[in-house]
């Protein structure tokens, strides 16, 4: 099939199966590839695009599935998915821009310039959207491509006309200037912290508020914390006091929206669903709240700035994902389900052998000293894998760390809890994994917020129903800590939290009841919430 004319390109895509969204994906790119090579008349070459776009979105989404459903190292395979997803973003803008190109001297779309740089600066923001959703470093030139396409609607007098757009699933309209603003946003909201899951909405919700934020160039008058952006340059959005004056600096103001935020969740209080304020129907109330209520300050205030300043540091860390694993490291014994009071083990281990196991094992690793017997509880240990990686130190603060290792075999989720301890430091620390990004060579660099506290490991349940009998699991007590205005907590298995819950918390032979009070964190494998000390029952 000849991918050049228009005639046959149309007829391409009534004949298209998206369930097969591979080969719908390469006819898709083979048409709009096609077309840009040729340069068809404007009229034409425009009517095949609007026609593909639906489609393509769908194959598009299919594709990158390979490398949004969780974070991955890169591998061949991923990375050309990826190339051939953003590759395929790209042409689409260039192709929308060689035609408002072709059209300046033939002049047969006039009515459709507002569409042809609307559709430039969307189709570009999702070129450089894709590599937050990979989880990949931007490649350099991402930026300036986005600012390029939004300064020609600036410059064309087309920045703030809409034009219907029904890939914006809420106003189902658009303008240059608003889906230039939404990948602004999209890059204030942390996105390499975020889910799939959450991405999306972030990426939804920005189109949804992108009408509420303004660009000028007031920026002279403006705090240091306010956001700028130099249009001639290759970044986002930063603080202006960071940046140099320049004739190309625009200030972000993103007060109105900020309003509307706070409208947003005064109606989730007043029990709206999302779905009837426009941030759709897959996404419940009170993650929305959760969610809305993070992005309030990036969006809608200004730069924050640190609570604790970070500097470079070179060094290690040993860093674990597991489990049993941090709590071994933190009581030098596996979780077992604890004795009743009084009565001797099965196995007559002692605390005073499993102190001297974990002079053996330091954090999974053995330590140079090793005797012939290994005891049964170091035996379980090797056996369940409890292993732990040295990364390395880029810099730190009081609340973190932000580390760096090879990619290859690691695997990580957002927002998991893991155990981190410096290498000249005695004790085992637990963190929140708040953010991740492979580089373009392949290494991984995390961002781990330390939780504050000295964690102990100790044994939770649910109180029972009279007559039973629940087992304990896991789970970590952080006590106060004064000098970080931290009250205590307790970290529990994941969904564990409900409010007003009673459960039972079992530290060495004392145990006691407490109730769950409010959820502060909640990750991919742990509850993180307020407890009353002593709740008014009798235990079970």
Not at 55 to 66: D, I, P, V, Y
Not at 211 to 235: E, F, H, I, R, W
Not at 247 to 269: C, E, M, W, Y
Not at 447 to 466: D, E, K, T
Request: hydrophobic letters at 40%.
């Amino acid at each position: 099939m000849d991918y050049t004319q228009p005639a046959a390109c149309l007829d391409a895509l009534r004949k298209l199966h998206p369930i097969d969204f591979r080969a719908t994906h390469d006819t898709l790119s083979r048409i709009v590839r096609g077309l840009l090579g040729a340069r068809p008349a404007p009229n034409q070459h425009l009517e095949v695009l609007e026609a593909a776009r639906d489609t393509l979105n769908f194959a598009q989404g299919e594709m990158a599935r390979s490398y949004t459903t969780r974070p991955l190292p890169p591998s061949r395979d991923a990375e050309r998915t990826l190339d051939h997803v953003v590759g395929l973003w790209q042409a689409m803008a260039r192709s929308y821009a060689a035609i408002a190109e072709a059209d300046a001297r033939e002049g047969t779309l006039e009515d459709q310039r507002a569409l042809l740089a609307q559709r430039r600066v969307c189709y570009e923001g999702m070129a450089l959207v894709e590599y937050f959703r990979a989880h990949r470093e931007l490649p350099a030139g991402m930026w300036q491509a986005v600012h390029a396409s939004y300064q020609h609607a600036v410059r064309e007098g087309l920045a703030r006309v809409r034009v219907a757009d029904a890939l914006n699933e809420v106003w189902r309209a658009q303008s240059p200037h608003e889906a230039y603003v939404a990948v602004l946003l999209i890059d204030l909201a942390n996105p390499y912290g975020r889910s799939e899951r959450e991405l999306n909405w972030v990426i939804r919700w920005a189109q949804r508020f992108a009408p509420y934020c303004a660009l000028d160039d007031k920026v002279d008058t403006q705090k240091p914390s306010a956001y700028g952006v130099d249009t001639a340059g290759d970044g986002s959005l930063r603080p202006l006091g960071l940046l140099p004056r320049t004739p190309t600096l625009l200030r972000f103001d993103g007060s109105n929206l900020a309003i509307q935020i706070q409208a947003v969740l005064a109606q989730f209080k007043r029990g709206v669903k999302p779905a009837s304020l426009g941030l759709g129907d897959d996404c419940p109330t009170s993650v929305s709240a959760r969610l809305l209520l993070s992005l309030y300050r990036p969006w809608g205030l200004a730069a924050s700035g640190r609570r604790f300043p970070r500097r470079a540091k070179a060094g290690q860390v040993e860093l674990t994902g597991d489990w049993l694993a941090i709590g071994f490291a933190l009581n030098g014994e596996l979780f077992q389900q604890p004795r009743a009071t009084g009565t001797t083990g099965t196995t007559g281990t002692t605390r005073r052998q499993l102190k001297d196991d974990i002079s053996l094992l330091t954090f999974g690793e053995r330590a140079q000293h090793v005797v012939e017997t290994a005891s049964p509880v170091r035996v379980q240990a090797s056996q369940a894998g409890f292993e732990s990686e040295h990364w390395q130190v880029l810099d730190q603060s009081v609340g973190g760390f932000r580390l760096q290792h090879p990619g290859d075999g690691v695997r990580l989720e957002h927002h998991q809890l893991v155990g981190i301890r410096p290498l000249d430091a005695e004790q085992l620390l637990i963190a929140d994994l708040s953010w991740l990004m492979y580089r373009s060579e392949g290494m991984l660099e995390v961002g781990v917020n330390v939780l504050p506290g000295i964690p102990r490991a100790i044994s939770v349940r649910p109180q029972a129903a009279p007559g039973r009998r629940e087992p304990f699991h896991q789970a970590f007590l952080l006590p106060p800590s004064p000098a970080l205005k931290s009250a205590g907590s307790l970290v529990l298995p994941p969904m564990w939290f409900e409010a007003d819950r009673i459960i039972e918390v079992r530290e060495g032979e004392t145990s006691r009841h407490v109730r769950l009070h409010k959820l502060l964190m909640r990750g991919t494998n742990f509850d993180q919430c307020s407890f009353d000390t002593e709740a008014p029952i009798n235990p079970a």
